[in-house]
């Protein structure tokens, strides 16, 4: 069974930086597509990035392309967001999801869905 464990949130001021980690375990990902999604309160889930665990190949949404970069770490299982220049608007839950098969934005392509880690940006 594919567990996905985040961690890596927390309080920052806007302007700062957090690295947010997602530890998958029960499976080998050579196939799975990695995504990170936010959901904020009251708003719908949504997309921030997606990484092929195969070839590294990173798709952004417009919302983050230039701030946040997703990777992945083959040795450890293992997929980051770094996320840089915060802003408040940024504050949500952070999951990580997997999906086998191709590259998407949708989160209800995915299967495989962690806990969350909270992210606040302070004004």
């Known amino acids: 069974q594919v567990q996905l464990v985040e961690s890596g949130g927390g309080l920052v001021q806007a302007g700062g930086s957090l690295r947010l980690s997602c530890a998958a375990s029960g499976r080998t990902f050579g196939s799975f597509y990695m995504g990170w999604f936010r959901q904020a309160p009251g708003k719908e889930r949504e997309f921030v990035a997606v990484?092929?665990?195969?070839?590294?190949?990173?798709y952004y949404a417009d919302s983050v392309k230039g701030r946040f970069t997703i990777s992945r770490d083959n040795t450890k299982n293992t997929v980051y967001l770094q996320m840089n220049t915060l802003k408040p608007e940024d504050t949500a839950i952070y999951y990580c999801?997997?999906?086998?098969?191709?590259?998407?934005?949708?989160?209800?392509?995915?299967?495989?869905w962690g806990q969350g880690t909270q992210v606040t940006v302070s004004s």
């Open positions: 999801a997997a999906r086998i098969g191709t590259m998407s934005r949708n989160n209800s392509d995915y299967d495989y």
């Open positions: 990484i092929s665990w195969r070839t590294s190949f990173p």
